[in-house]
């Protein structure tokens, strides 16, 4: 009796064997972030909203899913350095927080995260400081996720989409424009 197993027969008893009893692999927390930590998304969340708040012409980006859209892109980045500087940023930003009003930034209220916001925004253009790098890239994403969501393209500007118009109605400036009477 031969009780050697040839190619075939390995993979049968292997097939068999993962149908009777599949890998029990942990599944994600249903809406939990992908890249960074519950602390880091609830930050990175206050902070999208405080840069996009909800006002009465549209919501803000909190409700266009604007942190989520930025941890699903963080996670898929393919350089290190583009989710390293994610977390630096965060992690600056919170130290300010504590050397500023000794409370991480989550410990704040509205008016004084705001503060903090418009501090490090001041050098936008010239940014030295880590705090300062990073409020560009935070607001340079946010505005990119909002304005690629339906909130943001249809009911924030209003963009109607490929549609037959009676007349067009583009932008310039009245002073621009001569008298119509004048053109004849």
């Given at each position: 009796?031969?009780?050697s197993l040839n190619r075939r027969d390995l993979i049968k008893a292997f097939t068999s064997t993962m149908?009777?009893?599949?890998?029990?692999?942990?599944?994600?927390?249903?809406?939990?972030?992908?890249?960074?930590?519950?602390?880091?998304?609830?930050?990175?969340?206050?902070?999208?909203?405080?840069?996009?708040?909800?006002?009465?012409?549209?919501?803000?980006?909190?409700?266009?899913?604007?942190?989520?859209?930025?941890?699903?892109?963080?996670?898929?980045?393919?350089?290190?350095?583009?989710?390293?500087?994610?977390?630096?940023?965060?992690?600056?930003?919170?130290?300010?927080?504590?050397?500023?009003?000794?409370?991480?930034?989550?410990?704040?209220?509205?008016?004084?995260?705001?503060?903090?916001?418009?501090?490090?925004?001041q050098n936008e253009k010239t940014a030295k400081t880590e705090p300062e790098k990073f409020f560009t890239?935070?607001?340079?994403?946010?505005?990119?996720?909002?304005?690629?969501?339906?909130?943001?393209?249809?009911?924030?500007?209003?963009?109607?989409?490929?549609?037959?118009?009676?007349?067009?109605?583009?932008?310039?400036?009245?002073?621009?424009?001569?008298?119509?009477?004048?053109?004849?």
């Amino acid at each position: 009796m031969d009780t050697s197993l040839n190619r075939r027969d390995l993979i049968k008893a292997f097939t068999s064997t993962m149908l009777a009893a599949p890998l029990a692999l942990a599944a994600p927390e249903p809406g939990a972030p992908l890249f960074f930590t519950k602390d880091e998304f609830a930050m990175l969340d206050t902070l999208t909203d405080l840069i996009i708040p909800t006002d009465d012409h549209s919501p803000g980006a909190h409700a266009a899913g604007v942190a989520p859209y930025i941890d699903r892109t963080v996670a898929e980045a393919f350089l290190p350095e583009d989710k390293e500087s994610w977390r630096k940023g965060l992690a600056a930003l919170n130290d300010l927080s504590h050397s500023t009003y000794d409370k991480p930034f989550s410990g704040l209220t509205k008016d004084q995260q705001t503060e903090l916001l418009k501090r490090i925004s001041q050098n936008e253009k010239t940014a030295k400081t880590e705090p300062e790098k990073f409020f560009t890239q935070l607001k340079q994403s946010t505005a990119f996720a909002y304005y690629t969501t339906s909130i943001g393209i249809h009911q924030e500007i209003e963009y109607k989409g490929n549609i037959i118009l009676q007349q067009f109605v583009g932008y310039m400036p009245d002073e621009a424009l001569p008298p119509i009477s004048s053109l004849g």
